[in-house]
């Protein structure tokens, strides 16, 4: 997985790159991603990349001249790319999405913006896809890029030490996750189920499954119905339901 993430605050960013699975991705050659300050695609003396708005309102603008720049740049090395504006306008963010993401050849662009929004004819002009993290309104792009970003590579494989990890996350079969438990197995009087420490596979299996769909039922009940049930299921949800 191939990114630049176009940004005002190399920071926000770094900071982020440089912890764990992400860091590791990284260091195996897995993720590969670039920061890009658009300041430094300005081309005035100042480095200014905003301005105010037309037809007025409060705020400011980013420009559309240092973000093409910058693009252009990356064009230069990359032909195809794919550009991507976190906004709260765009698809919502899912893990279908973040498959789809993980397995995309081309570079992707991530381009953050900032104060008021950016010119609209960036999006127009660079053929720029909007992707939201949800209905409500950040300072900048930088955390819902890295929030793309880090739900994606995760699904990367080689990316995580175990892949059954990511093949049994929440979301991955619309199935909230099963509760997990480590040790100790007795804590203040709060225990671990007695089937997690039998060692017997096949009920642990069935525990997690109905723990699996009991969670759903009750937290994400739309989730279900986007499922393809097994008989089993079905039995299961069938006793759920009963105990409501």
Not at 28 to 46: E, F, M, S
Not at 87 to 107: C, D, Y
Not at 193 to 210: F, T
Request: with cysteine.
């Amino acid at each position: 997985m191939r990114c630049d993430i176009l940004t005002l605050f190399p920071k926000m960013v770094s900071s982020v790159l440089e912890e764990s699975i992400l860091k590791r991705a990284q260091e195996k050659g897995l993720l590969d991603v670039r920061i890009i300050n658009i300041r430094d695609y300005t081309t005035d003396k100042h480095k200014m990349v905003d301005d105010y708005p037309y037809g007025g309102g409060a705020g400011m603008v980013m420009k559309i001249e240092p973000i093409f720049n910058a693009v252009d740049a990356i064009k230069s090395d990359y032909p195809e790319l794919r550009i991507i504006i976190a906004s709260p306008q765009g698809i919502t963010f899912n893990h279908n999405k973040a498959v789809e993401l993980s397995r995309e050849k081309r570079r992707l662009v991530f381009v953050c913006g900032h104060y008021e929004g950016i010119d609209e004819r960036v999006r127009l002009g660079l053929g720029a896809e909007e992707i939201s993290i949800g209905d409500y309104i950040l300072t900048g792009g930088e955390l819902p890029a890295m929030v793309i970003i880090d739900a994606a590579a995760r699904l990367i494989p080689g990316v995580l030490g175990d892949e059954d990890s990511a093949r049994h996350d929440s979301f991955a079969d619309f199935l909230l996750d099963y509760p997990q438990y480590t040790r100790p197995p007795d804590y203040k009087g709060m225990n671990v189920p007695e089937v997690l420490l039998s060692g017997n596979h096949e009920e642990i299996r069935k525990w997690r499954r109905m723990q699996a769909i009991k969670n759903t039922y009750y937290k994400r009940p739309d989730l279900l119905e986007k499922m393809k049930l097994t008989d089993e299921d079905k039995k299961i949800l069938n006793e759920v339901k009963k105990k409501t």
